[in-house]
């Protein structure tokens, strides 16, 4: 341990981030939100059980820290008459898309 407190110089390395969901997949979600409006009343009906999985579903796929704001706007949307047209998953896909070269960089210590 005092060996890696005195050690001043270090090496940088790209932070791990979340995998990147596919964008076919998240289509596909944006999609089965999509399907309550071919059942007029029952469809709003499904969106009270859909609404709780698709957030969780969200979460999942987008990583908790970064896609707990979105999945509670995932349920919201969802849950909520007539916003089931808003594509969260697909918006969310483009977004991290273009932002992801960026790489962050962290200094870890060499050990010899």
């Known amino acids: 341990m005092k060996a890696l407190l005195l050690k001043k110089s270090g090496t940088l390395a790209p932070v791990q981030e979340h995998k990147l969901p596919s964008l076919a997949?998240?289509?596909?979600?944006?999609?089965?939100?999509y399907a309550s409006f071919?059942?007029?009343?029952?469809?709003?009906?499904?969106?009270f059980?859909?609404?709780?999985v698709s957030a969780l579903i969200y979460m999942k796929m987008f990583g908790f820290k970064k896609g707990l704001f979105g999945g509670i706007f995932n349920f919201v949307e969802e849950?909520?008459?007539g916003l089931?047209?808003?594509?969260t998953f697909t918006i969310?896909?483009?977004i991290?898309?273009?932002?992801?070269?960026k790489e962050t960089y962290t200094i870890t210590p060499i050990t010899r």
């Open 38 to 47: 071919a059942i007029p009343i029952l469809g709003e009906l499904l969106d």
């Open 96 to 101: 991290h898309y273009f932002r992801r070269g």
């Open 84 to 87: 089931d047209i808003i594509p």
């Open 25 to 33: 997949v998240c289509i596909v979600m944006d999609l089965l939100g």
């Open 92 to 94: 969310t896909w483009f």
């Open 49 to 52: 059980i859909w609404a709780p």
């Open 79 to 81: 849950i909520l008459p």
